[in-house]
């Protein structure tokens, strides 16, 4: 089933929970939710889940992931060239692995 634009799916809403969590922590400033589209060619635009302000104004760019589908992956490490926001994204944990996330980080200092 394809992601409906402007609503979250299950993983989205968990990451949100988490941002929130981070914005009552001070560690996160602001968020907001696929509001940014990024053209990375012509006929290529890539939409991150979050758009994230940290408290010191850096902006990144998050991704909640349960599995890439084929072209993402290349998309987020294209944005990541293209443009100066660092790039995350989330996979949670399964709960028997101590649940949590499993962050890769795109662009400046990458993890990938």
């Given at each position: 089933m394809r992601h409906k634009p402007g609503v979250m799916n299950g993983l989205e809403r968990q990451l949100a929970a988490y941002l929130e969590a981070e914005v009552n922590l001070g560690r996160v400033e602001w968020y907001t939710f696929e509001s940014v589209t990024l053209k990375l060619a012509d006929d290529t635009r890539y939409t991150p889940d979050f758009l994230?302000?940290?408290?010191?104004?850096?902006?990144?760019?998050?991704?909640?992931?349960?599995?890439?589908?084929?072209?993402?992956?290349?998309?987020?490490?294209?944005?990541?060239?293209?443009?100066?926001?660092?790039?995350?994204?989330?996979?949670?944990?399964?709960k028997r692995d101590g649940g949590g996330w499993e962050i890769t980080t795109y662009g400046e200092h990458d993890d990938d």
């Open positions: 994230v302000m940290l408290p010191d104004g850096t902006l990144e760019c998050w991704e909640a992931k349960g599995f890439w589908r084929d072209d993402a992956k290349v998309k987020i490490k294209v944005a990541a060239r293209l443009f100066p926001f660092v790039f995350r994204s989330f996979r949670s944990k399964p």
